[in-house]
C-alpha cells in the first residue's frame, strides 16, 4: 500500500517541523498549515488522505474544522491532537468523527504506527467496496478457474431464461446460497428473494412455513400466518436442502409446481402465485429418488434446470485469490491489518482438499486473522492437515546473484547484515533514527531490512 498524503495543521511551528521531518523520513508526502483557515484550504487544494488536527488553533477550535472535514464526500482520515490534560476533549473529538487522538508530549514512533494503522483501515475499505463493485457483473462470485467460468456463463443463461425451477446439487459449504442469490439478481434483483434451510424446520411445522396457515388450523394458530411462497410470489422461493423435506410435504410441493396454485394449512380456497423455485441439495437426488427417499416425479420435475456447484477442490486455481479477498474482508470486520499469506502458505492452502469447500477456507482465515492479525502466515501457522501439503516456493525477494549460487553465501550476508544493524541499534540504545544515520540509510530503509532480516530490535 502506497504511504499516505499528511497534513499537520498546528500553530506549534517548532513541532510542526520536527513532524514534517520525521514523516517524510517515512516516504509520506506531509504539508503544514498553521491555523485553520489556511488548513481548510490546504485541505481543498491537495485532498490529503489524513489531517493531524490540533485541538486548540488561534484563529478557531479544532473541532469546527472537524465539523467541515466531515461534510466533505470523501473526509480524509482526521487524527486529534491535544495539550495534556485535554484527553476528554479529544475523546469527544473522536465521538464527532475523528479517527482517533494523541496526547502531546508524543512519542513519533506511535504517531507514526498511528498514522498508517488508520490509513491502512481506510485503503482496506476502499478496495473492498472496489472489489464490490468490480464483482457486481459476475454477482459477487469469485474466481477465474476453468470451472468457474463456466458455472458463471450457466449462471447467467439459466438466471435470464424462462425456467421455473432450477435445481443446484454440490457439496455443503460450495456456494449454493450464493449461486441462488446470483440466478435471482441475473433477471430481477428487486424482486423478493425468500430462502428456507428445509432441515432447520421442525416437521410438523414446516407444511405452514411453507405454504401459511388460516387462524384455528393448529393449536397456537391464533391469526392468519403467510407462507414463505406467498411472499415470495413475483420473485425467487431458494428451497435449500430440499432433500430433507418429507414424503408427504414432497407431494404438495410437486402440485405447486404443476399448477402454481396452493392452499394454506386449515384453508380451502386455493392461492395462486407466479414465482421461481430453486432448490439445493448435497445429495444426489437422482439416487436418492431410485432408492425411494426422494420422490421421482418431483426429482424431475425440479431437474428441468440443473446446475453443478464444483467443490473448491475442483476449482484450486481460485483459492489463492479468495483466500486473499477473505484476508482483507475479515481485516476490515476485525478493525486490524489483513494477514500475509506468503507463497509457501498459499501452496499448502491450494493443495489441500478442502471438505467444508469455500465456508472451511472462510473459517480458516477469520481464525488466522483473529490469532495473527497483520502478521506474515507462514505454514507451520496452518493447521497440521493443510502443512503437509505445502510446496515451498523460491522466495521472489531473494537477491538473484547471492541466491543463484551458493545458499550458505546468502545466509552468510544476511548473518552479517543482521549483525551490522544490531550493533548500530546497541549503539543508539534502540533509537531507529540514530542507527539509521550511522549506517547511512533513511529511517524507512532500516525499518524495511530489519523487516526482511526477521528483526523485531528485542534481540538487543
Same mark, same amino acid.
Given at each position: 500500500m502506497r504511504q499516505p498524503t499528511v497534513l499537520i495543521i498546528d500553530d506549534e511551528k517548532n513541532l510542526v517541523s520536527s513532524l514534517m521531518f520525521s514523516l517524510e523520513e517515512e516516504d509520506m508526502t506531509v504539508f503544514a498549515a498553521y491555523n485553520g483557515r489556511d488548513g481548510l484550504a490546504e485541505i481543498d487544494r491537495r485532498t490529503p488522505d489524513v489531517v493531524l488536527l490540533d485541538?486548540?488553533?488561534?484563529?478557531?477550535?479544532?473541532?469546527?474544522?472537524?465539523?467541515r472535514i466531515q461534510t466533505l464526500a470523501a473526509p480524509p482520515v482526521t487524527i486529534m491532537i491535544s495539550a495534556h490534560g485535554d484527553t476528554r476533549a479529544a475523546v469527544e473529538a473522536v465521538k464527532k468523527g475523528a479517527q482517533d487522538y494523541i496526547t502531546k508530549p508524543f512519542d513519533l514512533d506511535e504517531l507514526i504506527l498511528l498514522i498508517q494503522r488508520n490509513h491502512k483501515h481506510r485503503q482496506l475499505g476502499e478496495e473492498i467496496a472496489y472489489r464490490r463493485e468490480r464483482e457486481a457483473d459476475t454477482h459477487g462470485l469469485i474466481g477465474r478457474s476453468a470451472a468457474m467460468r463456466k458455472l458463471l456463463g450457466q449462471?447467467?443463461?439459466?438466471?435470464?431464461?424462462?425456467?421455473?425451477?432450477?435445481?443446484?446439487?454440490?457439496?455443503?459449504?460450495?456456494?449454493?446460497? %450464493? @449461486?441462488?442469490?446470483? =440466478?435471482?439478481?441475473? !433477471? +430481477?434483483?428487486?424482486?423478493?428473494?425468500?430462502?428456507?434451510?428445509?432441515?432447520? #424446520?421442525?416437521?410438523?411445522?414446516?407444511e405452514a412455513e411453507l405454504f401459511g396457515a388460516e387462524k384455528g388450523a393448529y393449536t397456537g394458530a391464533d391469526k392468519r400466518r403467510t407462507g414463505l411462497v406467498e411472499l415470495a410470489n413475483g420473485g425467487t422461493l431458494f428451497l435449500d436442502e430440499i432433500g430433507e423435506l418429507p414424503l408427504a410435504l414432497q407431494a404438495k410441493l410437486l402440485t405447486f409446481l404443476e399448477t402454481h396454485r396452493f392452499r394454506a394449512v386449515g384453508g380451502h380456497r386455493e392461492i395462486e402465485a407466479d414465482l421461481r423455485v430453486i432448490a439445493a441439495s448435497n445429495r444426489d437426488l437422482q439416487a436418492e429418488a431410485q432408492a425411494g427417499a426422494f420422490r421421482e416425479d418431483?426429482?424431475?420435475?425440479?431437474?428441468?434446470?440443473? %446446475? @453443478?456447484?464444483?467443490? =473448491?477442490?475442483?476449482? !484450486? +486455481?481460485?483459492?489463492?485469490?479468495?483466500?486473499?479477498?477473505?484476508?482483507?474482508? #475479515?481485516?476490515?470486520?476485525?478493525?486490524?491489518?489483513?494477514?500475509?499469506?506468503?507463497?509457501?502458505?498459499?501452496?499448502?492452502?491450494?493443495?489441500?482438499?478442502?471438505?467444508?469447500?469455500?465456508?472451511?477456507?472462510r473459517n480458516?482465515?477469520?481464525?488466522?486473522?483473529?490469532?495473527?492479525?497483520?502478521?506474515?502466515?507462514?505454514?507451520?501457522?496452518?493447521?497440521?492437515?493443510?502443512?503437509?501439503?505445502?510446496?515451498?516456493?523460491?522466495?521472489?525477494?531473494?537477491?538473484?546473484?547471492?541466491?543463484?549460487?551458493?545458499?550458505?553465501l546468502a545466509s552468510e550476508i544476511a548473518k552479517r547484515e543482521a549483525q551490522c544493524i544490531l550493533d548500530a541499534l546497541a549503539q543508539s540504545n534502540g533509537r531507529k533514527g540514530d542507527a539509521a544515520s550511522s549506517l547511512g540509510i533513511s529511517r524507512h530503509a532500516l525499518k524495511r531490512r530489519m523487516q526482511k532480516l526477521g528483526l523485531t530490535g528485542d534481540e538487543l
Amino acid at each position: 500500500m502506497r504511504q499516505p498524503t499528511v497534513l499537520i495543521i498546528d500553530d506549534e511551528k517548532n513541532l510542526v517541523s520536527s513532524l514534517m521531518f520525521s514523516l517524510e523520513e517515512e516516504d509520506m508526502t506531509v504539508f503544514a498549515a498553521y491555523n485553520g483557515r489556511d488548513g481548510l484550504a490546504e485541505i481543498d487544494r491537495r485532498t490529503p488522505d489524513v489531517v493531524l488536527l490540533d485541538l486548540k488553533l488561534p484563529d478557531q477550535s479544532g473541532f469546527d474544522i472537524l465539523d467541515r472535514i466531515q461534510t466533505l464526500a470523501a473526509p480524509p482520515v482526521t487524527i486529534m491532537i491535544s495539550a495534556h490534560g485535554d484527553t476528554r476533549a479529544a475523546v469527544e473529538a473522536v465521538k464527532k468523527g475523528a479517527q482517533d487522538y494523541i496526547t502531546k508530549p508524543f512519542d513519533l514512533d506511535e504517531l507514526i504506527l498511528l498514522i498508517q494503522r488508520n490509513h491502512k483501515h481506510r485503503q482496506l475499505g476502499e478496495e473492498i467496496a472496489y472489489r464490490r463493485e468490480r464483482e457486481a457483473d459476475t454477482h459477487g462470485l469469485i474466481g477465474r478457474s476453468a470451472a468457474m467460468r463456466k458455472l458463471l456463463g450457466q449462471v447467467e443463461r439459466i438466471g435470464k431464461s424462462s425456467a421455473r425451477t432450477i435445481l443446484l446439487q454440490g457439496p455443503s459449504g460450495s456456494g449454493k446460497t %450464493l @449461486i441462488a442469490k446470483a =440466478l435471482h439478481n441475473t !433477471r +430481477d434483483k428487486r424482486a423478493p428473494f425468500v430462502s428456507v434451510n428445509c432441515a432447520s #424446520l421442525p416437521e410438523n411445522l414446516l407444511e405452514a412455513e411453507l405454504f401459511g396457515a388460516e387462524k384455528g388450523a393448529y393449536t397456537g394458530a391464533d391469526k392468519r400466518r403467510t407462507g414463505l411462497v406467498e411472499l415470495a410470489n413475483g420473485g425467487t422461493l431458494f428451497l435449500d436442502e430440499i432433500g430433507e423435506l418429507p414424503l408427504a410435504l414432497q407431494a404438495k410441493l410437486l402440485t405447486f409446481l404443476e399448477t402454481h396454485r396452493f392452499r394454506a394449512v386449515g384453508g380451502h380456497r386455493e392461492i395462486e402465485a407466479d414465482l421461481r423455485v430453486i432448490a439445493a441439495s448435497n445429495r444426489d437426488l437422482q439416487a436418492e429418488a431410485q432408492a425411494g427417499a426422494f420422490r421421482e416425479d418431483l426429482f424431475y420435475r425440479l431437474n428441468v434446470m440443473p %446446475l @453443478i456447484i464444483p467443490s =473448491l477442490a475442483e476449482r !484450486r +486455481d481460485d483459492i489463492p485469490q479468495l483466500a486473499t479477498d477473505f484476508a482483507t474482508e #475479515l481485516a476490515l470486520q476485525e478493525g486490524c491489518r489483513p494477514i500475509i499469506l506468503t507463497p509457501d502458505t498459499l501452496s499448502g492452502l491450494r493443495a489441500y482438499d478442502w471438505p467444508g469447500n469455500i465456508r472451511e477456507l472462510r473459517n480458516t482465515i477469520e481464525r488466522l486473522t483473529i490469532l495473527h492479525a497483520g502478521e506474515t502466515i507462514t505454514p507451520d501457522r496452518l493447521p497440521p492437515e493443510m502443512t503437509a501439503a505445502v510446496v515451498p516456493q523460491e522466495d521472489p525477494d531473494r537477491d538473484n546473484d547471492v541466491g543463484r549460487g551458493d545458499g550458505s553465501l546468502a545466509s552468510e550476508i544476511a548473518k552479517r547484515e543482521a549483525q551490522c544493524i544490531l550493533d548500530a541499534l546497541a549503539q543508539s540504545n534502540g533509537r531507529k533514527g540514530d542507527a539509521a544515520s550511522s549506517l547511512g540509510i533513511s529511517r524507512h530503509a532500516l525499518k524495511r531490512r530489519m523487516q526482511k532480516l526477521g528483526l523485531t530490535g528485542d534481540e538487543l
